[in-house]
C-alpha cells in the first residue's frame, strides 16, 4: 500500500480543479464550464480562495485556458458520441470530472481514467464518500507510469476494446514528458481502431507565447520545478504535427488558443481571455 502523501492528487491536479471551480465563483456569466466538483473532491479547505496561485486577477488567464480546453474536449466528446463513438479514455486523468458531471452524455460511452495508482486509488474513495460512486460505465485503470508500466495492456484488461474507435485525451500532460516518451505514447495511440481520436495538449516555446503572457509562462515554469515536476518539454505547432504524422495518424490538425478565445470568449465583455501558451494537437486514425 502506498503511502498517504503518494495517495493524494498531485499540485497540478489540485490548482487545475479549483481553477475551474473559481470561474464559475469569479467569472461572470456565460460559465464556459461550470464545475465545482472537483473542488469537492480536493477538499482543500475554507482559505483555498487565499492561495497565491488562486489570485483571480493574476492568474486569469490560466483559469481561462483552463476551462477553455475542458469545453473543448466536452464538445468533442459528445460530437463524436453522437457519431457513434462509445470509448472515452483519459489519460493522466488526474480530478478530472466528465463523468460526474455529464452524466446523461457520459453513461452513453464507456470511459477510461488512466492514473497513477496512488492518486486514483485517493479519487476512488473520494467519489464514493461524496456519494458519486463509480458506475459501471466508468472504469478507474491504475497505471505505474514512474515503472514503466504498459497503459494499453492495462487498458485492455478493463475492458477497453482496441478494435473499435475510441477517443483518447492528454492534457496537461506532455511537458512533463520527454519528446521520446510522448512519441512513443503517439506511436501506441495512432494503432488503435479507424476512426480513433486523439486531443492532446503542448506547451509553446517561450518566444512563440504572447509577449504579455511569456511572465506567467516563467512563473508556471518555476512553480512546477520547485514542486518537483518540471516542464522538460515544449513544441511548436509543426513539430507536434509531425510527430503526429511520423507516428501514423491519417489527418492531424493544431487548435490554438486563438482559436479557442475566439470560440468561447468572443463575445464576453469581462476581458476574460485564455493565456496563450498552451495549444492542441487533434488527430485521427
Given at each position: 500500500?502506498?503511502?498517504?502523501?503518494?495517495?493524494?492528487?498531485?499540485?497540478?491536479?489540485v490548482?487545475?480543479?479549483?481553477?475551474?471551480?473559481?470561474?464559475?465563483?469569479?467569472?461572470?456569466?456565460?460559465?464556459?464550464?461550470?464545475?465545482?466538483?472537483?473542488?469537492?473532491?480536493?477538499?482543500?479547505?475554507?482559505?483555498?480562495?487565499d492561495?497565491?496561485?488562486?489570485?483571480?486577477?493574476?492568474?486569469?488567464g490560466?483559469?481561462?485556458?483552463?476551462?477553455?480546453?475542458?469545453r473543448?474536449?466536452?464538445?468533442?466528446?459528445?460530437?463524436?458520441?453522437?457519431?457513434?463513438?462509445?470509448?472515452?479514455?483519459?489519460?493522466?486523468?488526474?480530478?478530472?470530472?466528465?463523468?460526474?458531471?455529464?452524466p446523461?452524455?457520459?453513461?452513453?460511452?464507456?470511459?477510461?481514467?488512466?492514473?497513477?495508482?496512488?492518486?486514483?486509488?485517493?479519487?476512488?474513495?473520494?467519489l464514493?464518500?461524496?456519494?458519486?460512486?463509480?458506475?459501471?460505465?466508468?472504469?478507474?485503470?491504475?497505471?505505474?507510469?514512474?515503472?514503466?508500466?504498459?497503459?494499453?495492456?492495462?487498458?485492455?484488461?478493463?475492458?477497453?476494446?482496441?478494435?473499435?474507435?475510441?477517443?483518447?485525451?492528454?492534457?496537461?500532460?506532455?511537458?512533463?514528458?520527454?519528446?521520446?516518451?510522448?512519441?512513443?505514447?503517439?506511436?501506441?495511440?495512432?494503432?488503435?481502431?479507424?476512426?480513433?481520436?486523439?486531443?492532446?495538449?503542448?506547451?509553446?516555446?517561450?518566444?512563440?507565447?504572447?509577449?504579455?503572457?511569456?511572465?506567467?509562462?516563467?512563473?508556471?515554469?518555476?512553480?512546477?520545478?520547485?514542486?518537483?515536476?518540471?516542464?522538460?518539454?515544449?513544441?511548436?505547432?509543426?513539430?507536434?504535427?509531425?510527430?503526429?504524422?511520423?507516428?501514423?495518424?491519417?489527418?492531424?490538425?493544431?487548435?490554438?488558443?486563438?482559436?479557442?478565445?475566439?470560440?468561447?470568449?468572443?463575445?464576453?465583455?469581462?476581458?476574460?481571455?485564455?493565456?496563450?501558451?498552451?495549444?492542441?494537437?487533434?488527430?485521427?486514425?
Open positions: 500500500m502506498a503511502d498517504e502523501q503518494t495517495q493524494t492528487p498531485d499540485n497540478t491536479a490548482r487545475t480543479a479549483l481553477w475551474r471551480a473559481m470561474h464559475l465563483q469569479v467569472d461572470p456569466p456565460p460559465h464556459v464550464v461550470e464545475d465545482e466538483i472537483g473542488l469537492h473532491l480536493a477538499g482543500p479547505g475554507d482559505d483555498w480562495r492561495r497565491p496561485d488562486m489570485d483571480p486577477r493574476a492568474t486569469s490560466f483559469r481561462a485556458a483552463i476551462v477553455a480546453r475542458a473543448f474536449i466536452e464538445d468533442l466528446i459528445a460530437e463524436q458520441a453522437d457519431r457513434g463513438v462509445t470509448q472515452y479514455v483519459i489519460l493522466g486523468a488526474g480530478l478530472d470530472t466528465f463523468a460526474e458531471r455529464k446523461e452524455l457520459a453513461s452513453r460511452l464507456r470511459i477510461f481514467e488512466v492514473d497513477q495508482p496512488g492518486p486514483q486509488a485517493w479519487k476512488r474513495h473520494r464514493v464518500e461524496l456519494g458519486y460512486g463509480i458506475p459501471d460505465w466508468l472504469r478507474l485503470v491504475p497505471v505505474d507510469f514512474e515503472a514503466n508500466a504498459s497503459w494499453a495492456e492495462q487498458l485492455a484488461a478493463a475492458g477497453f476494446d482496441s478494435g473499435r474507435p475510441a477517443v483518447i485525451v492528454s492534457t496537461g500532460v506532455t511537458m512533463y514528458l520527454t519528446k521520446d516518451a510522448t512519441a512513443a505514447t503517439l506511436c501506441q495511440i495512432a494503432g488503435l481502431a479507424p476512426g480513433s481520436t486523439l486531443a492532446m495538449t503542448f506547451l509553446l516555446p517561450t518566444e512563440l507565447v504572447d509577449v504579455a503572457d511569456r511572465p506567467g509562462l516563467r512563473a508556471s515554469e518555476e512553480g512546477a520545478r520547485q514542486s518537483g515536476t518540471p516542464f522538460i518539454s515544449f513544441y511548436t505547432p509543426q513539430e507536434m504535427l509531425a510527430l503526429a504524422k511520423e507516428a501514423g495518424f491519417k489527418d492531424v490538425r493544431h487548435v490554438s488558443g486563438v482559436l479557442l478565445a475566439e470560440r468561447y470568449f468572443a463575445d464576453r465583455t469581462d476581458g476574460l481571455r485564455p493565456s496563450s501558451g498552451e495549444n492542441l494537437l487533434i488527430a485521427t486514425t
